[in-house]
């Protein structure tokens, strides 16, 4: 079994920073994708960033430049830095990773249960 787990939220006055961390475990052989999604009140989960296997990394155009992306491949964790939060930033962030397990033979979707960042004043 895979579990993954956000940490890092809270409240944040705009302007300010806050680093999320998202850890796998469990029986992993292999960690393909990793990525933060969110979703806000009343809407969609939307992509915020990832990155792959080779480090290559994707953003959503409303966090380039502000946020940055991570991973500690020794630790199976995931890291998203955001700086210059905004209050449009506020939402739960959701960790999702794409593992291939130590019996599957391809990699399946795993998500966190997510962390709530407020931004606010």
């Known amino acids: 079994q895979v579990q993954v787990v956000e940490s890092g939220g809270g409240l944040v006055q705009p302007g300010g920073s806050l680093r999320l961390s998202c850890a796998a475990s469990?029986?992993?052989?292999?960690?393909?994708?990793m990525g933060w999604y969110r979703q806000a009140p009343g809407k969609q989960r939307e992509l915020v960033a990832s990155?792959?296997?080779?480090?290559?990394?994707n953003y959503a155009d409303s966090v380039k430049g502000r946020f940055t992306i991570s991973r500690d491949n020794a630790k199976n964790t995931v890291y998203l830095q955001m700086n210059s939060l905004k209050a449009e930033d506020t939402a739960v962030y959701f960790c999702?990773?794409?593992?291939?397990?130590?019996?599957?033979?391809?990699?399946?979707?795993?998500w966190g249960k997510g962390t709530l960042v407020t931004v606010s004043s």
């Open positions: 469990g029986s992993i052989f292999s960690i393909n994708y």
């Open positions: 999702n990773v794409n593992i291939t397990t130590m019996t599957s033979h391809y990699g399946m979707d795993y």
């Open positions: 990155i792959n296997s080779g480090g290559r990394t």
